[in-house]
């Protein structure tokens, strides 16, 4: 495994090393395009008590999967996200995320991901993702 490093400090917040207040997620990736973040969701993202917000679980999937689609040289933005909540996913606990890009179907890409603890999974997701340039990405930055 090797890190998915980021080229410039960004905001994203779920990857971003400049979000002091997102999750600032690190990502690994094998020769083979898994995708893989072992993290600690702090208190902060509460949802039920003592358990991450239903949201963040959504955006974990969805960063993960984003760095499927890194890993085979795509930019692309969420189209279409589906999550299955299998289990309450607890907060300050060493968490698995995994995604793996499946399929291109011309600018469309298909990737999965999942949430594990101790090998149970918590939660999944699916996700169509649609490539874009780069233009239209930083099309608002300059704002
Ligand atoms: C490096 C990138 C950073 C990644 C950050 C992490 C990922 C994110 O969270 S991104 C943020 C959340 N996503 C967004 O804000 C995206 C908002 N959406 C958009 O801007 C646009 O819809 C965009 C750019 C994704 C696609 O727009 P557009 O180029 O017009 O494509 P559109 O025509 O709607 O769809 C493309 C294809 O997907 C198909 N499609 C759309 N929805 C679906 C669906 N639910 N199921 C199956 N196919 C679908 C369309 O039919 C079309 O097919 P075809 O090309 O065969 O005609």
């Given at each position: 495994?090797?890190?998915?490093?980021?080229?410039?400090?960004?905001?994203?917040?779920?990857?971003?090393?400049?979000?002091?207040?997102?999750?600032?997620?690190?990502?690994?990736?094998?020769?083979?395009g898994l995708i893989?973040?072992?993290?600690?969701?702090?208190?902060?993202?509460?949802?039920?008590?003592?358990?991450?917000?239903?949201?963040?679980?959504?955006t974990l999937l969805?960063?993960?999967?984003?760095?499927?689609?890194?890993?085979?040289?795509?930019?692309?933005?969420?189209?279409?996200?589906?999550?299955?909540?299998?289990?309450?996913?607890?907060?300050?606990?060493?968490?698995?995320?995994?995604?793996?890009?499946?399929?291109?179907?011309?600018?469309?890409?298909?990737?999965?991901?999942?949430?594990?603890?101790?090998?149970?999974?918590?939660?999944?997701?699916?996700?169509?993702?649609?490539?874009?340039?780069?233009?239209?990405?930083?099309?608002?930055?300059?704002?």
């Amino acid at each position: 495994m090797r890190p998915l490093a980021h080229g410039a400090a960004h905001h994203c917040f779920g990857c971003g090393k400049a979000n002091r207040s997102g999750l600032r997620l690190n990502f690994l990736v094998s020769d083979e395009g898994l995708i893989v973040c072992r993290t600690k969701i702090p208190a902060r993202f509460e949802g039920p008590p003592g358990y991450v917000h239903g949201g963040v679980i959504a955006t974990l999937l969805d960063e993960a999967m984003s760095k499927a689609n890194r890993a085979c040289n795509v930019i692309a933005m969420t189209r279409h996200l589906e999550v299955d909540y299998r289990r309450p996913v607890p907060l300050r606990s060493t968490i698995e995320i995994t995604a793996r890009h499946l399929k291109a179907e011309g600018r469309k890409h298909f990737c999965e991901a999942e949430i594990r603890l101790h090998g149970e999974t918590l939660a999944s997701g699916k996700a169509l993702f649609i490539a874009v340039t780069k233009q239209f990405l930083l099309s608002r930055t300059k704002d």
